[in-house]
């Protein structure tokens, strides 16, 4: 695969943004009919074997330190997939996109602490008004939280350690493999625990396949692989930054699709958490 530019690589990543705006949608529909991790596993299971189909004679040099890495990105996407499923069962596809959208602010924050220095003055205002949107958007009558909102942040958390450390293993390892055998990894991980924990199903529906076939060609085999491809020629907090596109996707198309309209406080919530995390990424260039 060609060597891309900075600007090619982010302009890869916004198209990406797109495709995860489109994954609440799929994964609203698919919900009501399959369980979480067997949803999970046809999604990567899926995307695994048609991007090993497509590019099977790369695949095929492998080495110790792939499938190691590719192992634990594998186990972060599988933790992320599912905590977005549990969170999209219990809150609107909307709330769900701006709610995984804090990563953008977790990642300059987190390698700001693993660097041992104050975050910039901007990283700090961002996640201030970000942690006013939160609470905006998750807390509920009688000040309790709304639970798919938690799990929604679980999936925000796991995908700012899943960003970081995906930075550091493409600089190792061949970043089409890393991204296409992570797959492989999550669709083995949740395989184990549907036999372990779930009732297996195929879906049962055109729609529910649509949701599965949808989750596993758009959001995964091209999403996630060409995140892995593009993020090599660039920088962890331009990955954050550009994916704060997603939740704007995820409202529009959730609006479109599902005609989902949310309370006025998560409106003032979403408008929050997007203008925090444009004013803690402002310093960077594009």
């Given at each position: 695969m060609k060597r891309m530019t900075q600007k090619q690589a982010n302009l890869v990543l916004a198209t990406v943004s797109i495709a995860w705006g489109l994954s609440y949608?799929?994964?609203?529909?698919?919900?009501?009919?399959?369980?979480?991790?067997?949803?999970v596993a046809l999604r990567c299971g899926i995307a695994f074997l048609v991007t090993m189909l497509i590019f099977v004679k790369k695949m095929m040099k492998i080495n110790t330190k792939l499938l190691k890495y590719a192992s634990i990105s594998g186990a972060l996407l599988a933790g992320i997939f599912a905590m977005l499923l549990y969170g999209v069962m219990n809150t609107t596809a909307?709330?769900?996109?701006?709610l995984t959208s804090t990563t953008v602010?977790?990642?300059?924050?987190?390698?700001?602490f693993l660097h041992r220095k104050l975050p910039?003055?901007?990283?700090i205002v961002g996640v201030v008004i970000v942690s006013i949107g939160l609470v905006l958007m998750t807390v509920r009558d009688q000040l309790t939280f709304d639970v798919g909102a938690i799990y929604c942040l679980i999936a925000a958390l796991l995908y700012t350690i899943h960003i970081i450390i995906s930075n550091h293993f493409v600089r190792e390892v061949d970043a089409l493999q890393l991204g296409i055998y992570q797959l492989g990894f999550a669709a083995l991980y949740a395989t184990v625990f549907t036999f372990m924990f779930e009732t297996p199903v195929l879906p049962d529906s055109p729609i529910h396949w649509l949701a599965i076939l949808g989750l596993a060609l758009i959001c995964s085999a091209y999403g996630f692989v060409m995140q892995s491809v593009a993020q090599k020629y660039t920088k962890?907090?331009?990955?954050?930054?550009?994916?704060?596109?997603?939740?704007?996707?995820?409202?529009?198309f959730a609006f479109i699709f599902l005609k989902e309209i949310i309370g006025l406080n998560s409106y003032i919530g979403a408008?929050?958490?997007?203008?925090?995390?444009?004013?803690?990424?402002?310093?960077?260039?594009?």
């Open positions: 949608i799929f994964m609203k529909l698919g919900i009501d009919a399959m369980p979480p991790a067997t949803i909307t709330s769900a996109g701006f602010v977790m990642v300059p924050a987190i390698q700001a910039a003055q901007n990283i962890a907090e331009s990955v954050g930054f550009l994916f704060s596109l997603e939740p704007i996707f995820s409202a529009i408008v929050l958490i997007i203008t925090g995390v444009f004013i803690a990424n402002r310093s960077k260039s594009f």
